[in-house]
T-cell receptor, first 115, second 115 residues
Framework: NAGVTQTPKFQVLKTGQSMTLQCAQD?????MYWYRQDPGMGLRLIYY???????DKGEVPNGYNVSRLNKREFSLRLESAAPSQTSVYFC??????????????FGNGTRLTVT | AQSVAQPEDQVNVAEGNPLTVKCTYS??????LFWYVQYPNRGLQFLLK??????LVKGSYGFEAEFNKSQTSFHLKKPSALVSDSALYFC?????????????FGSGTKLNVKP
């Protein structure tokens, strides 16, 4: 059981380049999330998807787009990378049913450096 | 608005001694609280959660957490620390009213357990 799989693990971009971070989960969870982790700031929510076909903004959505391709996959795209987007990106999933939900399950992260 | 505070950036403890990692929260509605642990170059792993019921919650790896409604705290504890407990610990709260898909994380506390 792989859980949440993220690719790539590492990436270096030049300012202005674009890229897509891929995420897939095999737990049949309905909700998926993208977070970024920066030193001293914890995890901040970029976008989330409560179900297939829906996406919503989190705390820091500017500069990002997402696609919920199907129930398993949720991708994050940087259209024009900026140095401020240098961070570690985590994908997570959860089963949310009304007021009850499973804990978040996280991938191992993508370390992105924008020069 | 929901928020979580972890007042200590770092906690140092000797192996075999009890440890406490502090967390306070602010939430509308019923608090759903979580603790996660992050080892180097890995995603976050779920330790324990509080939803309702007993104020002392037991979790993985011998950890437990004490929920205190009057002090709005959810401190993580372990009676006897191990060197292998050294990691980054995050407290999180789930939105209790507006959006059950939103989780808010603290800034993290680095736990150092010395032999």
């Amino acid at each position: 059981n792989a859980g949440v799989t993220q690719t790539p693990k590492f990436q270096v971009l030049k300012t202005g380049q674009s890229m897509t971070l891929q995420c897939a989960q095999d737990m049949n969870h309905n909700s998926m999330y993208w977070y970024r982790q920066d030193p001293g700031m914890g995890l901040r929510l970029i976008y989330y998807s409560a179900s297939e076909g829906t996406t919503d903004k989190g705390e820091v959505p500017n500069g990002y787009n997402v696609s919920r391709l199907n129930k398993r996959e949720f991708s994050l795209r940087l259209e024009s990378a900026a140095p401020s987007q240098t961070s570690v990106y985590f994908c997570a999933s959860s089963e949310v049913r009304g007021p009850y939900n499973s804990p978040l399950h996280f991938g191992n992260g993508t370390r992105l450096t924008v020069t | 608005a929901q928020s979580v505070a972890q007042p200590e950036d770092q906690v140092n403890v000797a192996e075999g001694n009890p440890l406490t990692v502090k967390c306070t929260y602010s939430v509308s509605g019923n608090p759903y609280l979580f603790w996660y642990v992050q080892y180097p170059n890995r995603g976050l792993q779920f330790l324990l959660k509080y939803i309702t019921g007993d104020n002392l919650v037991k979790g993985s790896y011998g950890f437990e957490a004490e929920f205190n409604k009057s002090q709005t705290s959810f401190h993580l504890k372990k009676p006897s620390a191990l060197v292998s407990d050294s990691a980054l610990y995050f407290c999180a709260v789930r939105d209790g009213i507006d959006n059950f898909n939103k989780f808010y994380f603290g800034s993290g506390t680095k736990l150092n357990v010395k032999p």
